[in-house]
């Protein structure tokens, strides 16, 4: 029975096509491996319960 | 002056150049002699600028005649991790893909200042491509090499500023720090690195990586000469937007304090989950030298080292962009899958990251009300093989590359000052974290010195 696909593989093709990277086959597993590494460490942060108000810590003066 | 010149301190050099025992062009001449002949075994140097060298040593000389001062760094050799601007050389960058860039029009603004401070670049240090690296290693020059074990790892991304100055081909170089790339390299290379403020030193006509969390420092073998590159770097300059407009705050006048009055606690937690043994030896050490038994906890620094994993891969990707797009099969492969992967991240998620800096920095920064500083390790191991792939950190496998910074990057993501003193265990040196509060650097140079006065912390010397 064919594995399940990934939505990370999909996700994956419709971004090298909407950011216009070139995405070899070759490279597709380490930039796979190096995504979901990344997106874990976001979801770590995003999980943090911070108040609406949270300001960024770059702040812009005109 | 001590008699091995290649050991000799930045400080001693220049006593020595100013009173006339030796002269710059003599001191540069032999700092060059010594690249040549170590250069092929450490790969620390990329471009040795020998004749530029030799100019402005020539040029000292004639200044001393004429009876002008020399400045607290006469004759003075260094060295730039090859992301600084050189005048009439490309700003490479560690990449294959900047060497087709014009040569710099002018030198970046630390290079200048140290210039004017007396000292004299001899060259452009090694470093992993676009500084997303804490090895050391780069598959265009080959990797730099530890001094103190050439088939181990110098760290990086300063590789070559950690070989050099280890290695005793300079008592003083540049580099940058992102996420540790400062820290890393003096700790696997037993020598001194000052990490400032961010914002304290321009980084203005320096090859960037991350805006939000790029920082210029120098490294040298003793906390002294840290402090005096340190100090003749200060200043405000319009052409860096980060850069703060702070006076000249000089340090090496304040080192004879000492550690005396200073409330220094450490750092438990997560900067003990997965250190091996010979970081947490080299911790205690420290730690029972200063008199520090209280040990703080600082706050959500596992999620503080994510949020700054995620501002790095992201800011990094827009940065390459456009060379991933037309250039990509240039980038050494293992930078370009997670520059690739960062530009595949979404927007909302590096907001949060960037909102999560701010309460973060607002939190530890309450621990600083208590604390004049802070210890924690620098690395969680000593200098890992040329090449190793993996190592167990808390009993789970994980890839080298990038872990090596995980005890230094939940530090830089709120720019405070560290500098990393060498303690120097055998067989391989390993380096502690000294943090300090913003704009504190004085304070955590203070307490580097008094290690060293100890014999706690030491720059140990190499068998080359």
């Known amino acids: 029975m064919a594995e399940p696909a990934d939505p990370l593989d999909d996700f994956i093709t419709a971004a090298a096509a909407a950011l216009d990277l070139p995405l070899q086959p070759e490279w597709r597993q ?3 491996s190096n995504l979901v590494v990344t997106l874990n460490h976001a979801a770590l942060v995003a999980e943090f319960a911070l108040g609406d108000e949270a300001e960024p810590a770059p702040v812009f003066r005109a | 002056m001590s008699k091995d010149l290649a050991f000799a301190s930045a400080a001693e050099i220049a006593r020595a150049v100013r009173s006339g025992e030796t002269t710059a062009l003599a001191v540069v001449d032999h700092a ?10 450490l790969n620390a140097f990329t471009t040795v600028v020998a004749e530029r060298a030799r100019a402005r040593a020539r040029a000292l000389e004639a200044a001393r005649s004429t009876g002008r001062p020399l400045g607290p760094l006469a004759g003075v050799p260094f060295a730039v991790k090859n992301l600084f601007d050189i005048a009439g050389l490309p700003t490479i960058a560690g990449s294959k893909i900047n060497r087709a860039h014009p040569p710099a029009a002018r030198d970046q603004p630390l290079i200048a200042r140290l210039e004017a401070a007396g000292a004299v670049l001899v060259g ?7 500084a997303y690296d804490f090895t050391g290693e780069n598959v265009h020059d080959g990797p730099s090499r530890n001094p103190h074990d050439l088939t181990r790892m110098t760290g990086g991304s300063s590789g070559g500023s950690g070989g050099a100055v280890a290695g005793g081909l300079v ?35 320096s090859f960037p990586f991350v805006a939000s969390l790029d920082h210029l420092g120098p490294f040298a073998r003793s906390a002294r000469d840290l402090a005096l590159g340190y100090d003749a770097m200060q200043g405000e300059d319009a052409e860096d937007p980060v850069c703060a407009g702070r006076a ?60 700054a994993y995620v501002i790095a891969a992201t800011e990094g990707a827009s940065l390459h962009l456009e060379r991933l797009r037309h250039q990509a099969g240039d980038f050494d492969p293992a930078v370009r899958d997670r520059l690739i992967a960062g530009a595949m991240v979404p927007a909302a998620l590096v907001v949060k990251a960037q909102k999560f800096r701010r309460w973060y920095r607002e939190r530890v920064l309450e621990l600083f009300k208590r604390y004049d500083a802070i210890l924690a390790p620098a690395t969680p191991c ?44 055998s067989p391989l040196p390993i380096g502690v974290q000294v943090i300090a509060a913003p704009w504190r650097e004085d304070i955590a140079l203070r307490i580097a010195q008094a290690l060293e006065q100890m014999g706690v912390a030491a720059a140990p010397r190499p068998e080359l």
Not at chain 2, 177 to 202: A, E, H, M, Q, W
Not at chain 2, 248 to 256: F, H, M, Q, R
């Open chain 2, 124 to 130: 452009a240090l090694n470093m992993g491509e676009y």
């Open chain 1, 30 to 32: 380490a930039v796979k």
């Open chain 2, 32 to 41: 060059l002699m010594r690249i040549d002949g170590l250069n092929p075994r």
């Open chain 2, 248 to 307: 000249v705050e000089l340090t090496e006048p304040e080192l004879a304090r000492g550690h005396d009055g200073l409330r220094i606690a450490v750092a438990g937690g997560y900067f003990r989950k997965g250190a091996f043994p010979e970081a947490l030896e080299a911790l205690g050490r420290v730690a029972q030298a200063l008199g520090a038994r209280d040990e703080v906890d600082i706050p959500e620094a596992a999620r503080a080292r994510a949020a």
């Open chain 2, 382 to 425: 000593t200098a890992p093989k040329i090449g190793q792939q993996t190592f167990v950190l808390d009993g789970v496998e994980m890839p080298v590359r990038p872990n090596l910074g995980v005890y230094t990057q939940p530090i830089s993501f709120i720019g405070l000052p560290v500098v990393a003193v060498p303690v120097p265990l």
């Open chain 2, 171 to 205: 008592p003083l170089a540049l580099g940058s720090d992102t996420n540790g790339s400062i820290r890393v390299p003096s700790s696997l290379c037993g020598i001194f690195g000052l990490k400032p403020t961010y914002g304290r030193l321009t980084r203005a006509r």
